[in-house]
């Protein structure tokens, strides 16, 4: 499981995806980003998920965000990448 930290902006963002993609490469099969932890965030939260999920699907493997705020799901049906992050169930 890949764990964000509280805090995803875009003043962080870009020196967080590399580590995120890496973590991504580790993962075996199924990789969960847990964003429970999320407290302060904007749009490159969204955007680090996404690539995290480019970097899963070209390894050949699933993608889903547990825990994540109500604000970030209403940031992603706004930007209408929601069904690229799915819950995990």
Do not use: N, W
Not at 12 to 23: E, F, M, N, T
Not at 45 to 52: D, G, H, K, R, S
Not at 60 to 77: E, I
């Amino acid at each position: 499981m890949i764990v964000l930290p509280a805090s995803l902006t875009h003043a962080s963002a870009a020196d967080l995806v590399p580590s995120l993609k890496q973590a991504v490469r580790s993962q075996p099969t199924d990789v969960v980003a847990d964003a429970s932890a999320l407290t302060e965030f904007d749009s490159s939260a969204l955007a680090a998920l996404l690539e995290c999920r480019r970097e899963a699907v070209a390894a050949g493997k699933t993608f889903s965000v547990q825990g994540a705020p109500p604000r970030l799901r209403q940031l992603a049906g706004l930007y209408g990448v929601a069904e690229l992050i799915p819950a995990t169930g």
